[in-house]
């Protein structure tokens, strides 16, 4: 089984719809974050979590929210979808505490396309 | 804040060509650099990584990679590609600052490397 699992792997909306994205892990690490990727962009962070009770911005943040229901789940959420959303959407987790190197493990994505 | 760059968008090689994939960071003191490997339809996988030590690191895959501080680079290569690696490659640096910046990558824009048989 996957450590690292998202669901759904592919999504189709319309604007303004709200839209959820989960991610799951089994690996028991504290920090997860979200990324989204676009061709020619690399990926960029949306939000971070160090624990259930610390949620932090990323740097790309406007238009979404995430929830820390668990260690072991970071749900991401768009409130109103809009076109420019449309990307692959990436989990990961790493490993809290000294000598972890930061060094992340990432799902398998979801695509979502917003129409 | 720290930046990463890779110059080449896209690489064309032969099969069993050798291969260089470049990388140069922006960061002010000491980075934790890394290299990911992006095949269709998949996740981002770890190919190897640097923290301290020899600055020549050995990865997965037949994969290495050297740091040069004096030219802020961590450039990826292999001696012989095969076809199977065709994939995007990441690198990525993070940063040992304390506070909420600490456990955070950022990535470069990402190198896509088509293999010619």
């Known amino acids: 089984d996957a450590d690292v699992t998202q669901t759904p792997r592919n999504r189709i909306t319309k604007t303004g719809k709200r839209i959820m994205l989960e991610c799951s892990q089994t690996k028991g690490h504290d920090r997860m974050y979200w990324y989204r990727q676009d061709p020619g962009l690399g990926l960029r962070l949306i939000y971070y979590s160090f624990d259930v009770k610390d949620i932090n911005k990323g740097e790309i943040s406007d238009g979404y929210s995430v929830s820390r229901q668990a260690q072991a789940k970071f749900s991401l959420s768009l409130e109103s979808a809009i076109p420019n959303q449309t990307a692959l959407y990436f989990c990961a987790t790493s490993p809290f505490g000294t000598g972890n190197y930061n060094e992340q493990f990432f799902g398998p994505g979801t695509r979502l396309t917003v129409l | 804040a720290q930046s990463v760059t890779q110059p080449d968008i896209h690489i064309t090689v032969s099969e069993g060509a050798s291969l260089e994939l470049r990388c140069n960071y922006s960061?002010?003191?000491?980075?934790?650099l890394f290299w990911y490997v992006q095949s269709p339809g998949q996740g981002l996988q770890l190919l190897l990584k640097?923290?301290?030590?020899?600055?020549l690191v050995q990865g997965i895959k037949g994969f290495e990679a050297e740091f040069k501080r004096s030219q802020s680079s961590f450039n990826l290569r292999k001696p012989s590609v095969h076809w199977s690696d065709a994939a995007e490659y990441f690198c990525?640096?993070?940063?040992?600052?304390?506070?909420?910046?600490?456990?955070?990558?950022?990535f470069g824009q990402g190198t896509i490397l088509t293999v010619h048989p």
């Open positions: 990525a640096v993070g940063t040992n600052a304390g506070g909420t910046s600490y456990g955070k990558l950022t």
């Open positions: 640097y923290f301290s030590g020899d600055t």
């Open positions: 960061y002010g003191a000491t980075p934790y």
